[in-house]
């Protein structure tokens, strides 16, 4: 059974097709790759599957129902989360406060002190709970990003949507990012994640779906994709590949 089904999906710019008729789908449980290099359409797609844009053509089935073109906010309220390439937290607000927010807008629309609890939980979760009423303009640029992905996980998602989360990390913060994303699926959320850094895709993705130039170039077993030639010339490079 799937949980996300693409299917045709184009998204035009004026003439340019940023997305060319794209079809893949995510399981429940499962962890799928998207790559392809700078301007291969795959945050747009991302952008398609959370509502921040409409899709010229095709359909996006979440659980069976075809989200394409709803506001955002319904999309998170009907279980799908994710994170940005650029960080997107509250600066002036507590890391508390910050993951109260999307408690209180996400699917149980929990308030008062289960939302509280709640949000300490998630916090919790990503390593930063002790420092819960810290502002959080005061975090590293690290931990901004584990306070976005606590935000995330906070709106209790079914499928999230990780847009180079593991970017910028150290190698020890790197295993850390890897054996966190990995223990989502312990509890049923599925993930599709972009991501250029090879070692996570391989620890973390069974399988990868690769763009170039807006359309779909392989999808199957990880280290099936990563050594077919068309994608090894289209984004990842001998050095990659070896």
């Not at 089904?5 to 962890?31: C, M, N, P, Q, Y």
């Not at 989360?81 to 999307?102: C, D, G, H, K, M």
């Not at 690290?142 to 995330?152: M, V």
């Not at 990012?177 to 599709?192: P, Q, V």
């Amino acid at each position: 059974m799937s949980i996300l089904d693409i299917s045709g999906v184009t998204k035009r710019f004026g003439g340019l097709a940023a997305v060319s008729d794209l079809s893949f789908s995510v399981k429940h449980g499962e962890i799928v790759a998207l790559l392809g290099p700078n301007g291969s359409g795959k945050t747009t797609m991302i952008n398609m599957i959370s509502g921040a844009l409409v899709p010229s053509n095709g359909q996006i089935r979440f659980q069976g129902d075809d989200i394409a073109g709803r506001a955002p906010d319904r999309i998170a309220r009907a279980g799908i989360a994710r994170t940005f390439q650029l960080v997107r937290i509250l600066p002036s607000l507590s890391l508390i406060e910050n993951v109260v927010v999307p408690a209180a807008f996400g699917r149980r629309r929990l308030w008062g002190d289960e939302a509280l609890r709640h949000a300490a939980s998630c916090l919790d979760r990503v390593g930063l709970k002790a420092r819960c009423d810290l502002r959080a303009a005061d975090l590293t640029y690290i931990d901004q990003k584990r306070l976005e992905l606590a935000r995330a996980l906070s709106a209790e998602p079914q499928l999230l949507l990780l847009d180079e989360w593991l970017a910028g990390l150290n190698p020890a913060e790197l295993q850390e990012g890897i054996a966190l994303i990995r223990s989502l699926t312990h509890d049923g959320i599925s993930i599709l994640m972009v991501e250029h850094i090879m070692e996570a895709v391989r620890a973390l993705c069974p399988r990868t779906v690769v763009m170039a130039a807006g359309r779909k170039i392989a999808d199957g077993p990880t280290a099936d994709v990563l050594s077919q030639p068309e994608v090894i010339a289209a984004y990842l490079g001998e050095a990659a590949h070896a």
